[in-house]
C-alpha cells in the first residue's frame, strides 16, 4: 500500500497523466510560445475587469467597507487611535454579555495596544485553546467592494484565533483597506515576495453561518458565531 | 460510489412519487434563483466578469500541462507534496497510504465532491480509518447513509423533522426529552459534537475550488468554517482536486471568486475564502505539519481537444442545477451518480461513459436556462446534443426511441408528407382535448400525462403561419 507513495511510482504516473493531456492538445509541451504565454502571464498576473464599486477615496474605501461587512452580519466599529481599542473592546464585550477575557498572537500592532487602561480586561497570548471564548488578531488588509478582511497566518496572529473561539474580534488599520482584491494581493506580493505566500491568507467575509437546513440561514455553524471589527484610525 | 445511472427512469418515478422531497424541493426552487438575479443586478461588471473567467479557464486549458508542472514546482517549494492519480482507485490508495503513513485513525473532511467521485469514505472504512463529514449538509447525509444530492447543498432533499429524526437516533448521550423544533438547536448540536471530532482528528482531507500556479497555493470556499478547522487542527492536510482546478494567478482567482458566490447562492463572497500554501512555517504556532495534493486526472486529460473541453471550465457552483426544471423535479439523486443537474448531464458520461449514464443527456427540456445562469457560460445544452448525437450513432438508445426519431426522420425529409400529417394530426389532437384545450391523458403519451396535462395544438401550423407571414398575410 505504501508503495503507491514511492516517488518513481508519482513519477510515472505523472509523465501518464502529462502525456495524455499533451496528446489531447495535440502539443509536446516544448512549443516555445506556449512556454512565453504561460511564463508571460505567471509574471505579469493581468488584473482583468476591477469593479469600480471600490474605486474611491480613503474615505470612501473606509464607508464602503463598513456597508458591505455590516451586510453580511458583522458588526463594526471606527475607532480614532490605538489608544481607544481597549475602551471599545471592553464595551463590546459587555455589551455582548462576554467575559472580559481576549486572547491574541504576537503582533506588535497588538502588543503596543495599551490593554491595561482597561482593568477588568484580562490578555493572554499564544494561539487559541479550548477555553479561548474571544480571539483578537490585527489584519493584513480589508476590500471595500465585500466588506471582506484579509488575515495571514503567523506567529503574530495565529490562524486558530479566526476560527476557534466563538466571537472574533478583527482591527485593522484604516489605511490598509483596499477597494478591490487586486490591490490586497499586490500589497500580499509586495509584503511576502513575488509568487510568495504565508501558509494561509483567509479571508473573510462575516461570521460563520449555514444554510444547510430547509435553505434557512442560521448564524455560527462551525467558525465565530460574531465578528466585530474595529477600524484603527478613521 | 455504486453507478445508479441505468435506472434512471425507475428513479425518477421513486422521485416524484416522494413527497417529502417534493416539499424539500420547493426550497431550490424558492431560494437559490431569486438570489442569483439580485446579487448579479448588483454588480455591473457581472457579464464581464463571466467572460474574463471564461477566458482565464480557456487560456489555462489550452496550457493545462504547464501550468500543472509551475503549480506542482510551488508546491513543493513550499514543502507540500504532489501526488498525481491516473484514475480513482489511484486517489483512494494514495490518500489512505498518507492516513496509514501516520497511523492516523480518524480523519475529518471538509466539503467536497472529488472525494464523493473516487468514494473516498468507504475506501477509507473498509481500510479502518473513520472518515467523518464536517460540513452540516455533508454531516446530516453521512448519517443517514446518503450522497449529496446537490453539489454545494448536499442535503437539500432533507426537511428539518427528518434531520431531527436522524439526531435523536445517533446523539443518544443527550437527553431524550430536548427540544429541537429550532433549527438553530440542531445546528449547535452539531457544532458541539463535530467540535471535539476536529480536535481529535489525525489528519484532515478538503477538496480545492481552486489550485494557484503562480504560488502553489490551494483554495477553498466555504461558509461555516469546517473546511478550515479540518485543514488546521489535524497534524496531516491532504487536499484532493481534479486538474482543472489550476488558474494561473491569483489576480485570476480574484476574477473567478467575483461570479462564483454570487452564481451560487448569491452571496457578493462566501464568508471563508482560505488560501493554503504548504505545511506550518518555522514562525507558525498552528496548522497542519505535512501537506499534499493528490492531483485526479480520472478521464479529464482526455476530454481537452474534444466537443466537451468546455465543461472542464465548471467551478461547480450549482447554478446550472438551481435553474433546472428537470433537477427541480426529480432532485439531484435520481441523476444516480455523483454529479446531478445540467453539469452533471454533461460530466457525467464523460468520467463514466455515456452507455452508464446516456439517459442523463436525455433528461433536459433544452430550455437553456443552464447556459444563461452559468457564470463560465459553458455551453451545456449544445454538449447534451452531443452526447445524444455520441448515443444515437452508438445505437445505445432504446429501440422505441430510435423508430420514433427514424419516423420523424423520414417525415421531416419529406416536407409534403410531413405537412399532410400536421394537418391531419393537428385538428385531432384538438378535437381530443375537447374545450379545455388539454389532454389529461394520450395514447403513447401516458409517461408525460401522469403527471401534467399536455396542451393541445392551437391555429395553424409553423409552416402555415411562416408561409402566411412570407406573403404579407397577417396572422
Redesign the interface.
Same mark, same amino acid.
Given at each position: 500500500?505504501?508503495?503507491?507513495?514511492d516517488p518513481a511510482k508519482?513519477a510515472e504516473?505523472?509523465n501518464?497523466?502529462?502525456a495524455?493531456?499533451?496528446r489531447?492538445?495535440?502539443?509536446d509541451?516544448d512549443e516555445a510560445p506556449?512556454?512565453a504565454?504561460?511564463a508571460d502571464?505567471?509574471a505579469s $498576473?493581468?488584473?482583468?475587469?476591477v469593479?469600480?464599486?471600490g474605486q474611491l477615496d480613503t474615505k470612501g474605501r473606509v464607508d464602503l467597507f463598513e456597508t458591505?461587512a455590516k451586510a453580511?452580519d458583522a458588526t463594526l466599529a471606527r475607532v480614532a487611535a490605538t489608544a481607544d481599542v481597549p475602551g471599545e473592546v471592553s464595551d463590546f464585550l459587555r455589551q455582548n454579555n462576554l467575559p472580559q477575557q481576549i486572547r491574541h498572537?504576537s503582533d506588535a500592532r497588538l502588543e503596543k495596544i495599551p490593554w491595561e487602561s482597561q482593568k477588568t480586561l484580562e490578555v493572554s497570548t499564544?494561539?487559541?485553546e479550548?477555553a479561548t471564548t474571544v480571539g483578537v488578531s490585527h489584519a493584513f488588509g480589508g476590500v471595500a467592494?465585500?466588506?471582506?478582511l484579509i488575515l495571514t497566518?503567523?506567529?503574530d496572529n495565529?490562524?486558530?484565533l479566526?476560527?476557534?473561539p466563538e466571537t472574533h474580534i478583527a482591527l485593522i488599520d484604516a489605511k490598509d483597506i483596499d477597494g478591490?482584491?487586486?490591490s490586497v494581493?499586490q500589497r500580499?506580493?509586495d509584503h511576502y515576495g513575488a509568487?510568495?505566500?504565508?501558509?494561509?491568507?483567509?479571508?473573510?467575509?462575516?461570521?460563520?453561518?449555514?444554510?444547510?437546513?430547509?435553505?434557512?440561514l442560521?448564524l455560527?455553524? $462551525?467558525?465565530?458565531r460574531r465578528l466585530h471589527i474595529v477600524i484603527v484610525g478613521a | 460510489m455504486e453507478i445508479r445511472s441505468p435506472q434512471f427512469k425507475g428513479n425518477v418515478r421513486a422521485a416524484l412519487d416522494d413527497q417529502a422531497l417534493q416539499r424539500?424541493m420547493g %426550497?431550490?426552487r424558492?431560494?437559490?434563483i431569486q438570489k442569483r438575479a439580485n446579487a448579479a443586478a448588483k454588480?455591473?461588471?457581472f457579464e464581464?466578469?463571466r467572460d474574463?473567467a471564461r477566458d482565464?479557464k480557456n487560456?489555462a486549458l489550452?496550457? +493545462?500541462?504547464?501550468?500543472?508542472?509551475?503549480y506542482?514546482e510551488?508546491v513543493t517549494a513550499?514543502g507540500g507534496h504532489v501526488?498525481?492519480?491516473?484514475d480513482a482507485e489511484?486517489a483512494r490508495?494514495?490518500v489512505?497510504?498518507?492516513c496509514? &503513513?501516520v497511523d492516523a485513525r480518524t480523519v475529518t473532511k471538509g466539503k467536497s465532491m472529488i472525494t464523493e467521485e473516487i468514494g473516498l469514505n468507504d475506501h477509507l472504512e473498509r481500510n479502518g480509518l473513520t472518515p467523518i463529514e464536517?460540513?452540516?449538509?455533508e454531516y446530516?447525509i453521512q448519517l443517514r447513509g446518503e450522497h449529496p444530492s446537490h453539489i454545494i447543498? *448536499?442535503?437539500?432533499h432533507? %426537511?428539518?423533522d427528518e434531520?431531527e429524526d436522524e439526531f435523536r437516533r445517533v446523539h443518544t448521550h443527550l437527553p431524550v426529552d430536548r427540544n429541537l423544533e429550532d433549527?438553530?438547536t440542531?445546528? &449547535?448540536e452539531a457544532?458541539e459534537i463535530?467540535?471535539h471530532k476536529?480536535?481529535t482528528a489525525d489528519v484532515g482531507v478538503t477538496g480545492a475550488n481552486f489550485l494557484i500556479?503562480?504560488?502553489g497555493?490551494s483554495v477553498i470556499v466555504t %461558509?461555516?468554517?469546517?473546511g478550515?478547522?479540518t485543514q488546521?487542527?489535524p497534524r496531516v492536510h491532504i487536499v484532493v482536486a481534479s486538474?482543472e482546478k489550476i488558474v494561473?494567478? +491569483?489576480?485570476?482567482t480574484?476574477?473567478i +471568486?467575483?461570479v462564483l458566490a454570487r452564481s451560487a447562492?448569491g452571496?457578493?463572497?462566501?464568508?471563508?475564502?482560505?488560501? &493554503?500554501?504548504?505545511?506550518?512555517?518555522p514562525?507558525? *504556532?498552528?496548522?497542519p505539519e505535512e501537506y499534499h495534493v493528490v492531483?485526479l486526472?480520472n478521464g479529464r486529460? &482526455?476530454? +481537452?481537444?474534444?466537443d466537451f473541453q468546455d465543461m472542464l471550465r465548471c467551478i461547480r457552483c450549482g447554478a446550472c442545477m438551481n435553474h433546472c426544471p428537470v433537477y427541480h423535479t426529480v432532485g439531484g439523486h435520481a441523476y444516480g451518480w455523483v454529479y446531478p443537474g445540467p453539469m452533471g448531464a454533461v460530466l457525467t458520461p464523460s468520467l463514466i461513459g455515456v452507455d452508464q449514464s446516456g439517459h442523463l443527456p436525455n433528461a433536459s427540456t433544452f430550455c437553456g436556462r443552464c447556459e444563461s445562469v452559468c457564470p463560465m457560460r459553458i455551453p451545456l445544452p449544445k454538449m447534451m446534443r452531443h452526447w445524444r448525437q455520441r448515443e444515437f450513432e452508438r445505437k445505445l438508445s432504446p429501440a422505441t426511441i430510435r423508430a420514433g426519431l427514424g419516423a420523424w426522420a423520414f417525415l421531416a425529409k419529406r416536407p409534403a408528407l410531413y405537412q399532410m400529417a400536421m394537418s391531419i394530426g393537428m385538428p385531432v389532437m384538438a378535437w381530443w382535448a375537447g374545450k379545455t384545450g388539454r389532454m389529461a391523458s394520450l395514447p403513447l403519451a401516458g409517461g408525460w400525462t401522469k403527471h401534467r396535462d399536455l396542451p393541445a395544438p392551437e391555429g395553424k401550423t409553423f409552416q402555415q403561419q411562416w408561409k402566411q407571414r412570407q406573403e404579407g398575410t397577417p396572422t
Open positions: 500500500m505504501t508503495d503507491i507513495l508519482n504516473r505523472r501518464t497523466v502529462l495524455t493531456a499533451r489531447s492538445l495535440k502539443v509541451g506556449r512556454r504565454a504561460v502571464r505567471l $498576473h493581468p488584473a482583468g475587469v469593479p469600480a464599486r458591505m453580511v498572537g499564544g494561539i487559541a479550548d467592494e465585500s466588506g471582506t497566518s503567523g506567529d495565529p490562524t486558530t479566526n476560527f476557534l478591490d482584491y487586486e494581493i500580499l506580493r509568487g510568495e505566500m504565508p501558509r494561509t491568507v483567509n479571508m473573510v467575509t462575516g461570521p460563520s453561518r449555514s444554510a444547510d437546513i430547509e435553505q434557512t442560521l455560527g455553524a $462551525h467558525g465565530p | 424539500a %426550497n431550490v424558492s431560494g437559490f454588480l455591473p461588471e464581464d466578469l474574463e482565464i487560456h489550452e496550457h +493545462l500541462d504547464l501550468y500543472l508542472e509551475a506542482e510551488k513550499s501526488h498525481w492519480a491516473v489511484e490508495d494514495i489512505t497510504a498518507i496509514k &503513513s464536517t460540513d452540516l449538509g446530516i447543498a *448536499p442535503a437539500i432533507v %426537511n428539518k434531520v433549527p438553530r440542531l445546528l &449547535s457544532r463535530l467540535r476536529f480536535q500556479a503562480e504560488t497555493t %461558509n461555516e468554517g469546517n478550515d478547522l488546521l487542527l486538474l494561473p494567478t +491569483l489576480d485570476d480574484a476574477q +471568486l467575483r447562492t452571496q457578493d463572497m462566501s464568508v471563508y475564502t482560505t488560501f &493554503s500554501t504548504g505545511p506550518r512555517r514562525d507558525d *504556532p498552528d496548522g492531483l486526472d486529460s &482526455s476530454m +481537452l481537444g474534444t
